[in-house]
């Protein structure tokens, strides 16, 4: 189903880790940690400022694959891991884009599923990898349907 696009990544998209932003991911998930919302209590850490909160590059924008074209709704989230080099700090921009990794289908009692890996990448300026996060998205009977329509 996604056999042909595998291996094909969207363009880098620059994101900026802003301090509102972060405040607000941070008491959305219910961690308001002072190394994330409280400018003061950044400045006494060994990293001299405030840091996202590990899952916070779930909110960047990654750009888009050619001819990955999802449905809006009804996909099922797999899992979702991240691997950081350093964490991010809160004022700088972060270079993400999207490589589709991976797509195996197995017969279930409900029919077919489907398997789809994506791996998205957080770069410096420099081009240095700052982080990456691999998600699977379950692709089942029903997005299959809306898919083919």
């Given amino acids: ?6 291996g094909k990544k969207s363009n880098r998209v620059k994101n900026t880790v802003s301090r ?7 008491t959305a998930i219910g961690d308001p940690h002072p190394i ?3 400018e003061s ?5 060994r990293f001299k400022q405030n840091l996202a909160p590990p899952t916070f590059p779930r909110t960047f924008q990654y750009g888009e694959v050619a001819g990955l074209n999802l449905p809006k709704k009804g996909l099922i989230h797999g899992e979702q891991t991240y691997h950081y080099t350093r964490p991010l700090m809160v004022g700088e921009e972060v270079y993400c884009f999207l490589k589709v ?7 279930g009692k409900s029919g077919k599923m489907g398997f789809l890996t994506l791996v ?13 996060s691999k998600q699977v998205i379950i692709i089942n009977a029903a997005v299959r349907k809306a898919m083919s329509q």
């Fill in 120 to 132: 998205g990448t957080g770069e410096d300026v420099d081009g240095d990898v700052l982080f990456s």
């Fill in 1 to 6: 189903m996604f056999e042909e696009i595998i």
């Fill in 20 to 26: 509102e932003a972060v405040v607000t991911f941070a």
């Fill in 36 to 38: 994330y919302v409280d």
């Fill in 41 to 45: 209590y950044g400045k006494t850490t």
């Fill in 101 to 107: 990794e991976a797509y195996v289908e197995k017969e």
